[in-house]
């Protein structure tokens, strides 16, 4: 057992082992996540920089998807220029209470993605459903009810998470087959018992991903159905509704995919289940804000404005033209042959 504990001690440093397997191919794995670095930033930027510049956006639900995009943002700026390196550099190294660091902020960041598309779900319920106390709901002091008990809830279920595999012995290798310190890519490692880390790992599951998916689908059906009792055209609320609704799905389909690829990893290969764990991290922060940029009529007004070439364009004719006038008023009248030679000369 003496050789055992010494084994263990020494375990406090990791390697990542990610795309490995693809040899000199590796480093071209770096373009797509480099590709999805600058959309992400480029467009989550600019959603944030729209929602806060206007004043006619500070409403509720644009603030919540300016939190989304900020949310959205955070993940990728914490993660890829570490995998960038690690893929180009060949820089795999990290310190054990560095990578539950990391796992700490990748799996909060997740849930408080899952955790915002509820409260998006519930502004619009009481857009749609209770529309003369919609101001009562969504003033600050009443919304918090509702913002910090779930906020407290994510802490600690993730916080659980880290601490039980930060308790773990690490005794079989310091190999991690994966680019970022993910629970399960960490946990697998451990020798002894993990029965612990997996059921806190599927409670954090159900008790957050499952429940907010549950309050989400209440929510909207409770909207859809009132819509259809009353008859009342709200087209402009449903469609709201559609664009959350296409966010939610594309977030949780990402989510159960890699969450399954652990359980079925004989049927796949290492790269590709390493490339689904990844994606499902990155891929909705660059989705997400192109959707509620395109779907919702506001933003994307606002989006067409800020990036419209036609401004410098305009902003030069009107130099040009007030040159012109300048030009015309400081110069006198002058007879037809003398304007002649001056335009031949200018010319």
Same mark, same amino acid.
């Given at each position: ?76 700026? *914490? /993660? =890829?220029? #570490? ?11 990290? @310190? !054990? &209470?560095? %990578? ?49 008990? *779930? /906020? =407290?809830? #994510? ?11 930060? @308790? !773990? &012995?690490? %005794? ?176």
């Amino acid at each position: 057992m003496e050789p055992l504990k010494d084994n263990i001690s020494s375990h406090k440093y990791f390697i990542f082992s990610g795309f490995t397997e693809l040899g000199t191919l590796k480093s071209y794995i770096s373009i797509p996540f480099l590709i999805l670095f600058v959309v992400s930033l480029f467009a989550n930027s600019l959603l944030i920089y729209v929602v806060v510049s206007q004043r006619s956006l500070h409403s509720p639900m644009y603030i919540l998807i300016a939190c989304m995009a900020f949310v959205d943002m955070s993940l990728p700026l *914490l /993660l =890829i220029p #570490n995998l960038l390196l690690n893929v180009l550099f060949n820089w795999r190294g990290i @310190s !054990l &209470s560095g %990578c539950l660091v990391q796992m700490f902020f990748v799996h909060f960041l997740g849930t408080c993605q899952s955790t915002l598309l509820l409260w998006m779900a519930l502004d619009r319920y009481f857009a749609i459903c209770i529309p003369l106390c919609y101001h009562e709901y969504m003033s600050l002091h009443r919304f918090l009810k509702f913002v910090i008990p *779930l /906020l =407290i809830r #994510n802490v600690i279920m993730i916080l659980m998470v880290v601490v039980l595999a930060g @308790s !773990l &012995s690490y %005794c079989f290798k310091n190999v991690i087959n994966h680019c970022i310190c993910e629970h399960m890519a960490l946990v697998e490692l451990a020798c002894g018992s993990t029965n612990i880390n997996s059921l806190v790992g599927l409670m954090t599951v159900f008790l957050v991903t499952v429940f907010d998916f549950f309050c989400i689908t209440t929510s909207y059906i409770i909207i859809f159905c009132s819509v259809l009792r009353s008859g009342k055209s709200s087209g402009k609320a449903l469609h709201t509704c559609m664009t959350h609704i296409i966010v939610m799905v594309i977030s949780l389909t990402f989510v159960l995919t890699a969450f399954l690829s652990y359980r079925i990893r004989t049927s796949l290969p290492a790269a590709g289940r390493l490339s689904v764990s990844i994606m499902y991290l990155f891929l909705p922060s660059c989705f997400n804000p192109i959707i509620y940029g395109i779907r919702t009529t506001e933003i994307r007004q606002h989006i067409w404005r800020t990036l419209s070439p036609c401004w410098p364009v305009q902003t030069v004719n009107c130099s040009s033209a007030n040159t012109t006038r300048e030009l015309e008023e400081a110069v006198p009248p002058s007879p037809p042959a003398t304007t002649g030679v001056l335009l031949d000369i200018h010319s």
